[in-house]
């Protein structure tokens, strides 16, 4: 029984391998009852062929094959099981925890640190993402850290000579991520302190865009203890945080005393105001964190360690109470700006067509703005100056046929700038005004692409693609309308000239109602130019709803500045009913310098502004059915315009206000809503929702009705 004594060793020792394994329970049962069972399988040949004779040497060989081939079999069976099973399982949840921090050396949050170096284990083997731009120190030192990764273990040489009795925070930001399955570690911080106390005091608040209060992450927030207006220009800051995408921020591991803080977007990375584009953001004043010590009272804590038969007594008898210091300064709302580098320049010379010339400047003109042209002219008033309402562009129509003809005209351009010193003086120079004709600015686009490259002529067209006719002027007058279609009931017919307009001839101008196909009825109306509009007439009437006009405007009506008359036109249009129409009531409090609100559409184009000096109603009529959005900024130096803000002189930029959401008006409703200005960014437009009845939902700041 030798052998049969070799095969019963073989399946403990078997089982013992696969429990090593750690493979199934109903796996080893199995594996052991085949061992079983090849063994008696064997035992019972091998007694019968020695009882029976030993002559039939054939029939053994083949018994002892078939035990020795199952065998073979079986313990490929095991080592393929064996090596299936070092694989990770099948389905499960995926991973999805990020690595968790288990010890470090020295401990995290350690007090009287002296270590050049710190090491930090964690649960799995983890990745390092941009830690050059993630990894923020503060307060900052001179030199960056070194960063390495072990295994397991993430190493931080420090490098730098620390500061006696200081808190030191390691904020890692979004650096930090297992290997596997990529799951961040966010915001993980090593914190420690040089002296024997640990500085526990905190500020935190949102830093947002001054105009539109839009967020931008990875802004910089720095602290000062120290302040004048070239400290942010030259030095790093004392303590820094940098914000996340909403804005938010939180400066930690603060003394108690005053502070100066600043926000910036920094766009060479060393943490300095040192370049005209960044963006800066301050308060006004230094503030102290502070603090105060209240009384904590806790008594989960103490029912934790008493029997379940005390708890009711001596909860009523006993509480557990411990002293806290909490900080007393709420959020921070920091504006960031642009200062206003801006100087005057001479940008670009325009000739979309012969006739008219465009000069852009980078800022408004001022009264010492002088154009001569250095050809010979016949007539002194050789053109009509076109007013824009910034200035800063200046649009000449040109009336001398000698002039306009002319594909090269030039120019003495007489202009106030300032100097290196900031003082005024006046610029002149001259300037090529170049027309090219539409067949040769084709030519020349054609040409410019085969040869692959595009020559920048500062004297050539604003945009090739405008499209101008090289022949003067032409003999028909020709406009561009809004009357057709559906129109608004609130607007003016208006009609656009292609040239400046010398006289206008109401009486060869017919307005009618339609009443059917036969019946005319006449309407009045009034023709007005507006101010420093040359080309455009408003045709003002009394608008009906849900009818049909016809504007006849008759041949020789207008006459443009180049003695050219329009031919005769025919518009026709229909005006919409009151019920397509919603009505905003807006009730303003809190205004406390000249204001300027503006209706915006959900892009935030302003589709209508309006100025205010206090508290007022404002009525909109005739608004279309869709999404608005309100904002109101002081304008503090009644310029008609917002103005950023000036670090060296100390000034914010001007308030800015936005309505708290969006204003979604649905047809033939009336609207009322009470408007109390504070601080608030752009509201989060809403996806289109039904609503029952058409009615729009405005419980919290406004009420509507439709009307009957």
């Known amino acids: 029984m030798i052998k049969s004594k070799f095969f019963f060793s073989i399946s403990p020792i078997k089982a013992s391998l696969l429990h090593e394994l750690k493979f199934s329970e109903l796996f080893i049962n199995l594996c052991m009852f085949a061992f079983g069972k090849i063994r008696l399988f064997y035992d019972s040949v091998y007694d019968f062929t020695r009882k029976e004779s030993i002559r039939n040497i054939e029939y053994m060989k083949h018994v002892s094959f078939f035990c020795c081939a199952a065998i073979a079999l079986l313990s490929i069976f095991v080592f393929f099981a064996s090596c299936a099973r070092m694989s990770a399982p099948a389905g499960g949840p995926k991973d999805e925890a990020p690595p968790v921090p288990l010890k470090s050396k020295p401990l995290n949050y350690s007090t009287n640190f002296s270590a050049d170096k710190i090491l930090v284990q964690f649960d799995e083997f983890i990745v390092l993402k941009n830690v050059n731009q993630e990894l923020l120190v503060s307060p900052p030192l001179p030199k960056k850290p070194d960063i390495k990764l072990r295994g397991k273990n993430l190493l931080i040489r420090i490098n730098n000579q620390l500061k006696d009795s200081t808190t030191y925070n390691f904020n890692f930001y979004n650096a930090l991520a297992d290997l596997n399955e990529n799951n961040p570690l966010s915001n993980f911080q090593f914190e420690f302190s040089t002296g024997p106390e640990f500085d526990s005091l905190y500020v935190g608040g949102v830093l947002s865009n001054a105009f539109d209060y839009k967020t931008e992450p990875s802004l910089f927030v720095m602290m000062y203890e120290q302040f004048n207006d070239s400290i942010p220009r030259t030095q790093i800051p004392d303590y820094v945080a940098k914000t996340d995408a909403e804005g938010h921020f939180f400066i930690t591991n603060l003394k108690n005393k005053p502070y100066y803080i600043f926000g910036l977007r920094d766009m060479n990375n060393n943490m300095k105001f040192d370049l005209p584009n960044e963006g800066i953001a301050f308060l006004d004043s230094a503030f102290s964190p502070g603090f105060k010590e209240i009384t904590v009272i806790d008594t989960l804590k103490l029912l934790d360690f008493i029997s379940p038969d005390l708890q009711d007594t001596v909860y009523r008898d006993s509480v557990v109470q411990y002293q806290e210091l909490v900080t007393t300064i709420g959020d921070i709302r920091l504006f960031m700006f642009i200062e206003d580098y801006a100087t005057q320049y001479f940008r670009q010379v325009y000739r979309p067509e012969r006739e008219q010339l465009i000069f852009a400047f980078n800022l408004p003109v001022d009264e010492n703005f002088k154009l001569t042209p250095l050809e010979n002219v016949s007539n002194k008033d050789w053109f009509v100056k076109e007013p824009l309402l910034k200035n800063d562009s200046l649009i000449f129509w040109i009336k001398d046929s000698a002039l306009f003809n002319s594909d090269s005209l030039f120019f003495s351009l007489s202009y106030t700038m300032k100097d290196s010193n900031q ?116 045709l003002h009437f009394k608008v009906e709803e849900d009818e049909k006009y016809e504007l006849i405007v008759n041949k020789g009506a207008f006459t443009d500045i180049y003695n050219n008359t329009n031919d005769s036109i025919k518009y026709t249009f229909t005006t919409r009913g009151t019920e397509y129409y919603s009505n905003i009531q807006m009730h303003i409090m809190g205004v406390v310098e000249p204001s300027l609100i503006q209706l915006m559409d959900e892009k935030e184009l302003v589709l209508e502004e309006r100025k205010i000096w206090s508290d007022t109603t404002l009525t909109y009529d005739f608004l279309q059915p869709k999404k608005y959005i309100f904002k109101l900024f002081f304008d503090l130096n009644q310029n008609d315009k917002w103005d950023t803000g000036n670090l060296k002189e100390m000034r914010q930029p001007e308030p800015v206000f936005y309505f708290p959401q969006e204003v979604e008006t649905k047809g033939n409703w009336d609207m009322e809503y009470e408007w109390e200005l504070f601080p608030v960014g752009p509201p989060k437009l809403k996806k289109d929702k039904k609503t029952s009845q058409g009615a729009a939902s405005q419980p919290k700041f406004g009420t509507s009705s439709g009307r009957q």
């Open 423 to 538: 003082l005024d003086f006046v610029r002149t120079d001259t300037i090529l005004a170049f027309f090219q004709p539409k067949e040769e600015a084709s030519k020349s686009k054609a040409e410019q692409k085969k040869g692959g490259r595009f020559n920048l002529n500062v004297f050539a067209n604003k945009e090739e693609e405008t499209e101008v006719d090289s022949t003067p002027p032409p003999s028909e007058l020709t406009f561009i309308s809004n009357a057709k279609g559906q129109f608004d009931l609130n607007k003016p017919v208006e009609l656009l000239a292609r040239y400046p307009i010398a006289n206008v001839q109401k009486e060869h101008i017919v307005f009618n109602k339609i009443v059917d196909d036969s019946l005319r009825s006449a309407v009045k109306f009034e023709i007005k130019n507006p101010e420093f509009k040359l080309r455009n007439y408003l």
